[in-house]
């Protein structure tokens, strides 16, 4: 029996441990809720992802720059008293039969300077073979009507291009013609050509200033 002069009995009451299972739920989802981002990410980075083309790190390709090519040219003095010659720059060619050609495209182009074009071409350049030491050109009879009459002209034109093969092409010393692919006689009926005709360098009496200008087909573009 408790005394009335007794003071009350304390009663204490201490907080309930914590409950191990509750820590270990709660680092469970933790570790769920990062694997999930990270197989997100994942997801996102190697499927989803938009691809971006790589970048070549190669250099850029130089451009290609046409260096053409020198030839020497004759053409016959306005005056008629011989021939002018010249160093121009022409189009670089692929194959020779093309830079063949071209010489006898330039040899029909106006000079200017006190000279004046040497063949006027209504079918395009002639075919030119080179043999040795022979070079044959096959005119067509449309351009022989074009040239010009007389001695001294026929002299001045087979000069002309006798020295422009010779100088251009050194293993060459002499000029055969032919018309429509039959060897001729004459050009216009002065000069035999029964037997080919020399490259003729003592008929050259000045030389015109050299003008390097890259042409384009017909077209000539000279600056002095």
């Not at 933790?30 to 989803?48: D, M, N, P, Q, S």
């Not at 002639?126 to 040239?147: K, M, V, W, Y």
């Not at 032919?178 to 080919?196: F, Q």
Request: hydrophobic share 40%; with cysteine; charged share 15%.
């Amino acid at each position: 029996m408790v005394s009335p002069d007794s003071p009350p009995k304390k009663w204490s009451r201490l907080p309930p441990e914590p409950v191990a299972k509750s820590s270990t739920t709660g680092r469970l989802l933790l570790l769920i809720a990062l694997g999930a981002a990270l197989l997100g990410f994942a997801t996102y980075r190697f499927f989803l992802q938009p691809t971006t083309p790589a970048r070549s790190t190669a250099p850029p390709a130089e451009a290609v720059v046409d260096s053409g090519r020198m030839v020497s040219l004759f053409y016959p003095l306005a005056d008629g008293s011989g021939l002018a010659s010249t160093i121009l720059k022409r189009p670089a060619c692929q194959e020779e039969t093309a830079c063949r050609e071209d010489l006898l495209l330039a040899l029909s182009e106006n000079p200017g300077a006190g000279s004046f074009s040497l063949l006027t071409l209504p079918n395009g350049p002639p075919a030119i073979d080179i043999d040795g030491a022979t070079a044959t050109i096959n005119f067509s009879r449309e351009t022989i009507q074009h040239l010009p009459g007389g001695v001294q002209s026929e002299r001045l034109v087979l000069a002309a291009l006798a020295n422009t093969l010779a100088v251009n092409y050194p293993q060459v010393q002499q000029l055969s013609i032919e018309i429509d692919g039959v060897p001729a006689e004459t050009l216009k009926g002065h000069i035999d050509l029964s037997t080919p005709f020399a490259p003729d360098f003592s008929l050259v009496r000045r030389p015109l200033l050299p003008s390097f200008p890259i042409q384009s087909g017909n077209n000539s573009e000279r600056s002095l």
